[in-house]
């Protein structure tokens, strides 16, 4: 069993920065990749980011290239999601996965956190 737990949400103006942090408790953790998804009410879930087990591969989806940055500490067990240059369209719960290979079908992700609100205000 994975347990996740995510912190960092909160209201911030367009432009600004905010960083998610990701707390598993689990001794796999250095073995999975780690994934960052977002959902808005009404809509489904879509993949932000996700990072393999050693921090060697990244993967981003088109809309958060370039802004987000996802990190991990394995001597923490903790991912991180830096997130610049934010906008509106942001706005979202923003979930921690983790899953064993990378990934960023939310269907490879075993466990979930959850969530935390991120807002977004132009």
């Known amino acids: 069993q ?3 737990v995510e912190s960092g949400g909160g209201l911030v ?3 600004g920065s905010l960083t998610l942090s990701c707390a ?4 796999t953790f250095s073995m999975r990749a780690m994934g960052w998804f977002r959902q808005v009410p009404g809509k ?4 932000v980011s ?6 060697g591969n990244t993967i981003y989806a088109d809309s958060v290239k370039g802004r987000f940055t996802i990190s991990r500490d394995n001597d923490k067990n903790m991912v991180y999601l830096l997130m610049n ?9 923003y979930y ?3 899953g064993g290979s990378i990934a960023i079908d939310q269907s490879d992700f075993d466990f979930w956190g959850q969530g935390t609100q991120v807002t ?3």
């Open 24 to 27: 598993a408790a689990t001794r």
């Open 13 to 15: 103006q367009a432009g």
């Open 85 to 93: 240059s934010l906008k509106p369209e942001d706005t979202a719960v």
């Open 96 to 98: 921690c996965a983790a």
């Open 44 to 47: 489904a879930r879509e993949f």
């Open 2 to 4: 994975v347990q996740l």
């Open 120 to 122: 977004v205000s132009s």
């Open 50 to 55: 996700v990072i393999s087990w050693n921090g």
